[in-house]
């Protein structure tokens, strides 16, 4: 439930040279004890703080605000929607959207890998929402976040905040793609950096 609290800490300290407290990472994303934290509260945050923020995602937060959870029908699986229900904040996430909308480059489609191959090219450390147990070779389905850095090769070069955490994970562009939810993946890539000025 603290994966993508331990992908801001690494972005926060790599490019602000910060080393955030679990409780001000837990402040930041809006983190509630035993539920993952979606991104629309923490990101805002993150770009008051100096970063420039990219995110590509098919999850169509206009759309949510006037519909709500109904339109996760339109997007997620049964499993999908029944996890993010009961292990996620998402209830809260409409009050946030706004400011999200403000402050955050977003682009409202599926991401692909050439999106995160772009991303590298401009300087960018990528956070990624993957399938735990794809990235892992199990079946079913757990949210999870990853940052990636680098590419080397046909691979692609992660921090894996775990459990356990796996520094430096190489995982094949087919995997990855493949733990992104594949062609009609929902996943999240959103791209930092600091901003100009």
Known sequence: MHCAMSAYAMIIDYFLGKKLSWSELEELSGYQPGKAAWTVQALPKLASMGLDIRMIEPFDYPKFLKQGQPYLKTLYSDEEIAWYQKNSNIAQMKHFIPDFLAKIKYKCRRANLKDIDDML????????????????????????????????????????????????????????????????????????????G
């Open 121 to 196: 090219k401009d300087g960018r450390l990528i956070f990624v929402t993957v399938n735990s147990k794809t990235l892992n070779d199990k079946d079913g389905f757990i949210s999870h976040a990853v940052v990636i850095f680098d590419k080397d090769g046909d691979n692609y070069i992660l921090h894996d905040p775990g459990l356990p955490p796996r520094a430096n994970r190489k995982v094949s562009a087919a995997k990855l793609f493949k733990a992104m939810g594949g062609a009609e993946n929902t996943a999240e890539i959103t791209g930092f950096k600091l901003a100009a």
